[in-house]
């Protein structure tokens, strides 16, 4: 079973037991009610199946101590040793619904299934309209292609003081991959803003970002996505994919080693690559 306490009136603390997938039986049963889902620092919760968020509701990793590691969610195998994530992507989390406020604080991502068997598309993909989506104090590891990934209409994206190393990426999946994708056509969803600032980002198979269509819907004259503040380290291919992403402000960023990926006849394979013989 899972157990559960209150806090307060809007924050239900997860008890970590270890049995898997604790986290999203906690929310499901009680049925999105509280504002605030608290997970216990320095313990690891399970995770078999994604959690599909419906409505508004933060997820955070209580505070933790010195020598402790944050909250941390990882993947688990089903019975049969297959991945029990829904769809395409497979992520952590999912989110739904119309005008809804989406965050995620304090935690450790690893995106690797306990087994060593395989490993997560990403942490997070968005569906819906008009949502906001912050991502701040988030480290994840081991996601397979893109951590955070925009398929809804008129989203709010705030993705603040997060670190996102160690991808893993897949047979052929080089040049596809990244930190934030999304901002119209391509898969991807339409941007109302974008905020990312203070982040570390190392080792992704493609570009860091993809802002692919001209920039924000609904842009006011002095609305613009700003990119402030990140460090960038052996990208594979260039900072940000080559097309469009008009209204993009890049300010104070450190770009370490980029287009990493050097020349090799791989880059035949996808027009994706920044660095092949076109």
Known sequence: GVSVSNLSADTLTVTWTGAVDELRLAIINDNYEHDVYLLEA??????????????????????YGDGEHPATIQPYPLADGQSGFSGWPQT?????????????KNLLFNGMFADGSQSLFGVLSTYGERNSILV????????????????????????TNNTAVQYTSYPGGMWFGGFFWGGGGWSG????????????????????LVIWDNGLVNRDDNEMIHID?????????????????????????????????GQTRNSDVTNLAYNNDR
Do not use: M
């Open 136 to 159: 701040d104090h988030v480290t994840s590891v081991h996601n397979q292609v893109i951590t955070y990934f925009n398929f809804g209409h008129e989203e709010h994206w705030t993705l």
């Open 42 to 63: 320095d313990k690891v919760y399970l995770q078999q199946e994604t959690i599909e968020l419906e409505s508004s509701c933060h997820i955070v990793g209580a505070p």
């Open 92 to 104: 952590n989390f999912k989110t739904h619904g119309e005008d809804q406020s989406y965050e995620f």
């Open 189 to 208: 969803g339409a941007l109302e803003s974008l905020f990312i600032q203070n982040n570390t980002i190392e080792g992704t198979h493609g570009q860091p």
């Open 229 to 261: 503040h990140n460090t960038f380290v052996n990208s594979i291919v260039e900072p940000r994919f080559y097309r469009h992403g008009n209204n993009t402000h890049f300010t104070n960023n450190l770009f370490i080693n980029q287009i990493s990926g």
